[in-house]
T-cell receptor, first 112, second 113 residues
Framework: GEDVEQSLFLSVREGDSSVINCTYT??????LYWYKQEPGAGLQLLTY???NMDMKQDQRLTVLLNKKDKHLSLRIADTQTGDSAIYFC????????????WGLGTSLAVNP | DAGITQSPRHKVTETGTPVTLRCHQT?????MYWYRQDPGHGLRLIHY???????DKGEVSDGYSVSRSKTEDFLLTLESATSSQTSVYFC????????????FGPGTRLLVL
């Protein structure tokens, strides 16, 4: 079946850039998403990218999409301790009701 | 936050008892989803609804049933709770302005003893 893979952990120093990577198998995905989950909270939509785009920038967030390699990345500039969270990559799958296919999440730890 | 609330937010119950979780939305979204989240498994879809009285199974539907008698409410029932159903349950709605964007409720933590 369709799959989305992410590395499980990332540790960075405060002020550095973080890059979280994701690979997906469904080449028909129209939108790809990044969600953030803070401890004890629900998932919050961070940003998304349409499949015909290569890059999207939104303040400190940059999403890069390489459709040929089916690779998606999220770059967080000037990472802050408040960015510590789990980040989920997801893609929609073509077909009825277009359910989202989720990665397992990358736990980002930001060290002072 | 798309006006999604979940109740209860926390529940402890015993094996074999029925449990119903409620998801309520205020923005008239057609699609609603129930997920469970467990360490090492990420988010897994239990059931979803595409309208009043229209529901379908997700990837982990065994032991769960759902009902949607009104647009705003989507109920998840554990018919006879088991310890393997200890989890965090999230409800979500789909907003179609930007693809299949889903917005999530705050979650319900369920412990089955």
């Amino acid at each position: 079946g369709e799959d989305v893979e992410q590395s499980l952990f990332l540790s960075v120093r405060e002020g550095d850039s973080s890059v979280i990577n994701c690979t997906y198998t469904d080449s028909s995905s129209t939108y790809l998403y990044w969600y953030k989950q803070e401890p004890g909270a629900g998932l919050q939509l961070l940003t998304y990218i349409f499949s015909n785009m290569d890059m999207k920038q939104d303040q400190r967030l940059t999403v890069l999409l390489n459709k040929k390699d089916k690779h998606l990345s999220l770059r967080i500039a000037d990472t802050q301790t408040g960015d510590s969270a789990i980040y989920f990559c997801a893609g929609d799958n073509a077909g009825n009701n277009r359910k989202l296919i989720w990665g397992l999440g990358t736990s980002l730890a930001v060290n002072p | 936050d798309a006006g999604i609330t979940q109740s209860p937010r926390h529940k402890v119950t015993e094996t074999g008892t029925p449990v119903t979780l409620r998801c309520h939305q205020t923005e008239n979204h057609r699609y609603m989803y129930w997920y469970r989240q467990d360490p090492g498994h990420g988010l897994r879809l239990i059931h979803y609804s595409y309208g009043v009285k229209d529901t379908d199974k997700g990837e982990v539907s065994d032991g769960y049933s759902v009902s949607r008698s009104k647009t705003e409410d989507f109920l998840l029932t554990l018919e006879s709770a088991t310890s393997s159903q200890t989890s965090v349950y999230f409800c979500a709605i789909r907003e179609q302005l930007r693809g299949e964007t889903q917005y999530f409720g705050p979650g319900t933590r369920l412990l089955v003893l």
